[in-house]
């Protein structure tokens, strides 16, 4: 076969440095979108990025092109730049090292999809430490946990 033909769905979520509740709701908005038009120019389409005071979900497409910590790297390099012209509460913003990477099915999009919009709703009920371990668990990915949180 000639070509190659791809089209992996991936649900990536990370969180800022410690967690630290960074990414006020002044900016929310305007730091999602812009995360968006990154994912949209490393052509890996993005469908919903959504998230808290704390962390950030994206639901892609990624590009057959690119590998995801290439992908990862690049969205946390320049949305963490970009934040930090946003005044001086952002001036020391980072994300923390890792990210959480999960296939999805085209048939659980709407799901996935759903579950990121509502992220505030979740979040008044569960903290991220528990979503994150939960979407390991589910995922079946094996992990240390003294090397999750930083």
């Keep these: 076969m000639p070509l190659s033909l791809t089209k992996n769905y991936l649900h990536i979520t990370f969180a800022t440095k410690y967690r630290e509740p960074l990414i006020l709701k ?3 908005k305007s730091l999602f979108a812009y995360i968006e038009g990154i994912v949209r120019n490393l052509n890996c389409p993005p469908i919903i990025v959504n998230g808290v005071s704390d962390h950030v979900h994206i639901l892609c497409v990624l590009n057959k092109t690119m590998s995801m ?3 990862v790297t690049k969205v946390k390099s320049n949305s963490s730049k ?3 012209t946003q005044g001086e509460d952002y001036l020391n913003f980072a994300w923390q090292r890792g990210y959480g990477a999960f296939s999805v099915s085209r048939w659980d999009i709407e799901m ?3 579950y990121i ?3 505030e709703q979740h979040h008044s009920k569960e903290e991220f430490q528990k979503e994150y371990l939960d979407l ?3 995922n079946e990915i094996e992990y240390d946990e003294k090397y999750l949180w930083d």
């Design 136 to 138: 390991l668990n589910e």
């Design 82 to 84: 970009w934040i930090k």
């Design 117 to 119: 919009a509502n992220q």
């Design 69 to 71: 910590s290439e992908f």
């Design 112 to 114: 996935i999809k759903n």
């Design 26 to 28: 002044e900016v929310r």
